[in-house]
């Protein structure tokens, strides 16, 4: 693709770079938003965010809920003429909002690394904890206790976590994966 | 027939009757597992979403692990089993990658293994051997197949029959003597992963699946992933009713088993007053 603006052509090449797909030859045919799930929920189209990154507009999807929203659920790119993977390419762009701090759904994110946490403490998520946390940290306390106190009292959030013995190993692998 | 078993974070709490169901089902089909010791986190949405080498490396381990037990894996949770696939199907076809993995995660890859999800393991039994198994048909129940996201795509890693419009579960459900529907929202996602941050778009998402299974009038849904499970019983709205079983709890009912009504009791949409009103339950 040809660019005027420096800044945009590097926005573009590092997002193709990243997620490794052929974002340049979307032709805008919108098979992808017609399967999406995530229409009607977010603020861009799937095919918008592609022409978006095409263009170069670095803030407007680096800010975008769509990134957020978006579920992986694959079916853009099981269905995409050209083979692009568009769950790639949020994945590339949540990580880009992450480095670049503009996060729009901050507690899809704070649940993501609560989520992780627990897995680098013992190399399983303890389902209980995770959720109490995430709980407790996005301020959303009351919601769905119905539910909760149902699966405790069904046994099926075991108070205590499970540790693996390989549990050097997995903090290991987190820390050789860190940004 | 033999097979190594990765059950996954959920199967050990939230999707416990899963866990259950699963291990039952196969030991009256046949099927031996043997769960993988030691085993850890896929590291599910989260990690693919925040850190792409992290998301590769973490199944890995699972990988290594099953490659030294020696056996072909079985992963009865859709979204466990599209993670350690994605990272086998990586490792499998991208030599930089998998370089770079085999340092992080400290082992040798040698493609000995192959990650399969439990629908397929059962499924590729037949039709005929898994009705000879039947005690109890399940006759009158008539439920939609919903296979979700992560168990059929991306077409390109999973490899099953048809990415639009899959039959496995359906031929599996028909073998037990059940009615499968025909319906279009099979492979549409529900939106789990979003369930405890999204709420409302959840609940949207949800809305959708169970009423396009009103529709056509099923009495039930019929998954293969904890997380889709949980989530279509827990985000429809109050008072459906519609609940969603594993399809190793209808193998479990229809072979007879003695345990089914304890998975049963597990659910948060209670299924016993459906059972009963066709009787496949006490
Ligand atoms: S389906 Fe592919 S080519 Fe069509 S709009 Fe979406 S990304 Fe572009
Ligand atoms: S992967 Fe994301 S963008 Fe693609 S169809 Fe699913 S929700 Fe939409």
């Known amino acids: 693709m040809s660019f005027i603006d420096a800044d945009k052509r590097k926005f573009f090449n590092e997002v193709r770079e990243k997620s490794g797909q052929p974002i340049d030859l979307c032709y805008q045919c919108q098979k992808c938003a017609s399967g999406c799930i995530a229409t ?6 799937p095919n918008e965010i592609i022409r978006l990154v095409q263009l170069g507009q ?13 579920s992986s659920c694959e079916m853009c790119g099981a269905r995409c003429p050209n083979g692009i993977n568009t769950a790639e390419v949020m994945d590339a762009l949540k990580e880009m909002a992450i480095a670049a701090g503009t996060v729009k759904e ?19 998520v303890h ?31 075991p108070l205590l976590p499970h540790r693996i013995k390989a549990r050097g190993k997995i903090k290991d692998i987190f820390n050789k994966t860190a940004h | 027939m033999r097979l ?39 590291g599910a949405t989260c990690a693919h979403s925040t850190n792409h080498m992290l998301s590769i490396a973490l199944p890995s381990q699972n990988v290594a692990l099953a490659q030294r037990a020696g056996m072909d894996l079985a992963i009865p ?4 089993y599209s993670r350690v696939k994605k990272a086998d199907y990586v ?6 990658m998998r370089q770079k993995v085999e340092d992080i995660v400290d082992f040798k890859y040698n493609a000995s293994v192959n990650v399969h999800s439990l629908v397929e393991v059962v499924g590729q039994l037949g039709e005929k051997a898994i009705a000879e198994k039947v005690q109890k048909p399940l006759k009158g129940l008539k439920v939609v197949c919903y296979y979700g996201c992560l168990m059929v795509r991306p077409p390109q890693v999973t490899c099953f029959d048809n990415t639009e419009h899959p039959m496995f579960l359906d031929n599996i459900v028909k073998a037990l003597g059940a009615e499968p529907i025909q319906w279009s929202y099979k492979t549409e996602c529900c939106g789990a992963s979003l369930s405890l941050t999204s709420k409302d778009v959840v609940h949207g998402m949800v809305g959708r699946i169970i009423d396009a299974a009103k529709e056509v009038e099923a009495m039930a849904i019929v998954t ?10 827990m985000r429809q709205a109050k008072g459906t009713d519609l609940p969603a079983f594993y399809f190793t709890e209808l193998i479990g009912l229809a072979l007879g088993l003695p345990a089914t009504k304890k998975w049963s009791n597990l659910h948060l949409v209670n299924p016993n007053p459906l059972l009963q009103s066709l009787s496949l339950a006490d």
């Open chain 1, 40 to 45: 009607g929920f977010a603020d861009y189209y």
């Open chain 1, 58 to 70: 670095k803030e407007r999807v680096l800010n975008s809920s769509s990134i957020w929203i978006c």
């Open chain 1, 106 to 124: 901050k507690n899809v994110l704070l649940f993501h690394n609560t989520f992780l946490s627990s897995v680098r403490a013992f190399g399983r």
């Open chain 1, 127 to 157: 389902e209980a904890s995770m959720m109490g946390l995430y709980k407790l940290k996005s301020g959303d306390l009351m919601s769905d206790m119905d539910f909760g106190m149902d699966m405790l009292k069904k046994g099926k959030l």
């Open chain 2, 4 to 42: 190594s078993y990765y059950p996954g974070c959920s199967l050990k709490a939230t999707a416990k009757e899963y866990d259950m169901s699963a291990r039952d089902a196969c030991k009256g089909l046949g099927i031996e597992l043997v769960e993988l010791d030691d085993w850890v986190c896929c």
């Open chain 2, 77 to 80: 949770c859709a979204a466990c």
């Open chain 2, 91 to 96: 490792l499998r076809n991208d030599d930089v």
């Open chain 2, 224 to 233: 293969a992933c904890p997380l889709c499970q949980s989530n279509l019983e």
